[in-house]
């Protein structure tokens, strides 16, 4: 996957995998089925740019999720 071609270390590229995922299952339902791979696509560079500042897998899933609601938010209104 090209979002995460800037991560280099193993641990990193796994956490980076499973808080997509994790966040990913999160909000999979609530977006249209129409833009599912676009959305999928957004968390995963969100995923890739927060990744160095996460303190965690846990802590890089909230903050990515966070990020993407916002996104949606000021798409929505």
């Avoid at 991560?7 to 956490?15: G, K, T």
């Avoid at 909000?27 to 995963?44: G, T, W």
């Avoid at 969100?46 to 609601?69: G, K």
């Amino acid at each position: 996957m090209m979002p995460f071609s800037s991560l280099r270390d193993p641990s990193d590229l796994a956490r980076a995998y499973a808080a997509l995922e994790a966040a990913w299952r999160e909000i999979k339902n609530s977006v249209p089925e129409a833009q599912r791979e676009n959305a999928r696509l957004d968390l995963a560079y969100l995923v890739a740019d927060l990744a160095p500042l996460a303190l965690d897998e846990d802590d890089l899933r909230e903050n990515v999720l966070h990020h993407f609601r916002q996104r949606t938010a000021v798409h929505v209104t």
